[in-house]
């Protein structure tokens, strides 16, 4: 494990993609996204893309130069098309427009088209939740999880994800894959040359595997079982059906470095407290719950580990393999 400074790794990340392609700003805002997943623990969704965002970029699957630009308005929604760039930059005007819609009223939904692999969710809201805004965000991936009761995958492990903004304190922060675990965490094993538990995945012919590679050929088990694929189903038709973007099944492996332009997409509920319950209602009866559920000892209260691991890695720096470092360091010579 080689250990690299916050910023240190966040310069070297946007140079590789910068010197893929991708336009300078496109470049600082997905190195910000993945170094902080990396510094709150989430290796997973860090810097272990960059190498195949860089071969994304280079094999056109992904243009570097794209614009992300509202293309449709109705009262507080709107839809933002990512142009088939880096989804970080229209992710990040998908935020910006759910939270004016809703300090203007009460609610404020944005969705983006045309897009790709956005990440960790969570980090996305963590805007609006500074704000004061509750926010929720759901995105589609391609395909990794079969229909319940079928063999041949079809939505993508989807994550939902939340925030809840508290006064003096961390928000709450719910993250999730619709998965038995994120997809990610098989690309991380297989760069680790690590197996993977028998309960993560399936090969190609439908039978659980150790072997990360083989899991990523083959499918994903989804998480809670039906629960999990109704899930699954949900988000792809919020964002492929309701905001318009390609289903899973339409999209080639992320983890592929060849192949089509995704087009999948994301969407970004933001909620004014204040609009419905009134801000102290909200702030009393969130604090209220917190309490109960920390009256009870092993109780960790959610995404309390990821400030506690951000913390670590503004005083101590970010461990990265390796391997993996080296490979970000090649990507940024000419």
């Not at 910000?32 to 965002?53: K, M, N």
């Not at 969570?122 to 990794?144: I, R």
């Amino acid at each position: 494990m080689a250990n690299i400074a916050w910023k240190e790794l966040e310069a070297l990340a946007s140079r590789a993609l910068e010197n893929a392609g991708a336009a300078p700003e496109a470049a600082r805002s997905t190195a910000r996204a993945l170094v902080l997943a990396d510094a709150s623990g989430l290796a997973s969704h860090g810097v272990s893309r960059v190498p195949l965002y860089c071969a994304h970029l280079r094999n056109d699957r992904v243009d570097g130069k794209a614009q992300p630009k509202v293309i449709a308005r109705k009262g507080a929604t709107c839809v933002i098309d990512a142009a088939d760039g880096l989804a970080y930059p229209a992710c990040d005007l998908a935020v910006e427009e759910a939270a004016r819609q809703a300090r203007n009223f009460g609610v404020g939904l944005a969705a983006v088209v045309r897009s790709n692999h956005f990440g960790a969710a969570a980090g996305h809201l963590e805007p609006l939740a500074s704000a004061g805004l509750v926010a929720l965000a759901f995105g589609n991936s391609p395909a990794a999880i079969a229909p319940w009761g079928g063999k041949t995958p079809l939505f993508g492990t989807n994550p939902i994800a939340a925030v809840f903004p508290r006064r003096g304190a961390e928000p709450l922060v719910i993250d999730l894959s619709l998965s038995e675990v994120a997809r990610g965490k098989l690309l991380v094993a297989a760069q680790n040359k690590q197996p993977i538990p028998p309960t993560w995945a399936l090969d190609r012919d439908g039978k659980p595997t150790t072997d990360p590679a083989s899991g990523l050929e083959g499918s994903m088990l989804p998480a809670g079982g039906i629960k999990g694929a109704m899930l699954a189903l949900l988000v792809e038709l919020l964002v492929g059906a309701v905001a318009g973007a390609a289903f899973g099944y339409e999209a080639d492996s992320f983890f592929s470095e060849t192949g089509n332009r995704a087009r999948i997409g994301q969407l970004f509920l933001a909620i004014d407290p204040g609009a419905l319950a009134g801000s102290e209602v909200y702030h009393q009866r969130l604090e209220t719950l917190i309490a109960a559920m920390a009256a009870e000892s092993g109780v960790r209260l959610p995404g309390s580990r990821r400030e506690k691991a951000r913390e670590a890695a503004r005083l101590s720096g970010i461990f990265v393999q390796e391997p993996l470092l080296s490979q970000i360091h090649l990507l940024t010579n000419p």
